[in-house]
Structure formats: structure tokens, C-alpha cells
């Protein structure tokens, strides 16, 4: 599940997160074609992306277990007419278990994948590492699986990571979760 970043990639620039003074973490799309720039990044992608050798790819992990089931991604085939229905379909998958594609990883100690991947871009913050980047190799940058996963992750992030410049609180994953514990025993909140 987890592609440790090439040795060149985790020497380039001296650090591997990007530096933006105090901006809020943010949750952005880079086409894997692209020169990388910073963040935790992650391939999103079930399938390995076609001339790329693992080796030149600088990533943090390669999350096939986010990705789209092969049968909703077959369906799509990046159709802009069938959006709104991959959409739909993929939002249901990572609502229903949050490992749509089951692809044979190992699981995150039954943390659900979209939680686990947050916890592990929340941990990457604490190292330095700011902005998680997802990695996709689509070629329609607005019509593909990582925009709705984008959205997705942003919605469980409590609105942390918009890259529209609104970001509005909510707070880190762990503090959401702690919250919810202290509510929890709390029943008179």
C-alpha cells in the first residue's frame, strides 16, 4: 500500500513539503506527467500510470484502495457525459466502506481507507509536510475520479484542505475526533 518517495525525489529541494509560510494545509490535484512540487503525494490511481517507471515517480504512497472500483471506472471511461453518475457511484463507494475498490491491501487495522489516508497525511503534517497532493493520471484535469475524491476527502476533513481559499476551520482529523469522543461521554452536549 505504502511506495516510499525515491531517494532522489526525497532530496530534491531539501524538503518534501511545501512551504507557504502559515496557509492552512490545503488538498491538491497534480496530473502525474507534471514536475512535482511539494506535499504528501499520493497516487490515487488503481492502475499503475502508463511511462512512468516507479523509480521517477516521487510519492509518498500509492493508494490504490481510495481509488474507484474497476467496474465504476470501466462504466465512466472519463465520458464527461457520465460524470455526474461516477460521481454519484464513487461517493457511494467510499461512503459505503471507504475502500470502493478492495484491491487486495492491507487493511488499516479496519480504519476505513479514506480515514487512514487522513491520518497518515495528518501525521506527514507534523513532520513538516503541508498540503496533500493527489496524484492522477487522467488527462481531463476537471472530469476525473481525484476531483470527486478531492471533495470527498475535504468533506471528511471538516472543510481543512479547500484549495478555493476557504479554508474554514474544522480543525485537523484528530481533533474531530477527539471532539466526537468528548461528546460522546458527554451526553448532556
Same mark, same amino acid.
Given at each position: ?95 459505503? *466502506? %471507504?475502500?470502493? &475498490?478492495?484491491?487486495?491491501?492491507? @487493511?488499516? #487495522? +479496519? ?8 491520518? !497518515? ?35 471528511? *476533513? %471538516?472543510?481543512? &484542505?479547500?484549495?478555493?481559499?476557504? @479554508?474554514? #476551520? +474544522? ?8 471532539? !466526537? ?9
Amino acid at each position: 500500500m505504502s511506495t516510499s518517495r525515491s531517494k532522489a525525489g526525497s532530496k530534491a529541494g531539501g524538503q518534501h513539503g511545501s512551504q507557504r509560510g502559515n496557509t492552512p494545509p490545503q488538498i491538491r490535484l497534480r496530473r502525474v506527467y507534471e514536475a512535482p512540487d511539494g506535499g504528501y503525494r499520493v497516487l490515487v490511481d488503481r492502475i499503475w500510470p502508463r511511462g512512468i517507471a516507479k523509480a521517477d515517480l516521487e510519492l509518498d504512497e500509492w493508494c490504490k484502495s481510495v481509488a474507484p472500483s474497476s467496474l465504476a471506472r470501466k462504466d465512466f471511461h472519463h465520458d464527461p457525459d457520465r460524470f455526474a453518475d461516477f460521481t454519484r457511484r464513487y461517493e457511494a463507494e467510499l461512503d459505503a *466502506s %471507504g475502500r470502493p &475498490g478492495n484491491h487486495g491491501e492491507p @487493511d488499516d #487495522g +479496519g480504519e476505513p481507507a479514506v480515514d487512514a489516508l487522513l491520518e !497518515r497525511w495528518e501525521d506527514s503534517c507534523k513532520d513538516g509536510t503541508k498540503d496533500l497532493v493527489l496524484l492522477y493520471a487522467a488527462k481531463d484535469p476537471e472530469v476525473n475520479h481525484a476531483v470527486v475524491l478531492r471533495r470527498f476527502l475535504q468533506s471528511k *476533513s %471538516g472543510g481543512q &484542505g479547500k484549495s478555493d481559499g476557504q @479554508d474554514k #476551520g +474544522g480543525g485537523t482529523h484528530h481533533q474531530r475526533h477527539q471532539r !466526537r469522543q468528548s461528546h460522546e461521554k458527554d451526553p448532556s452536549s
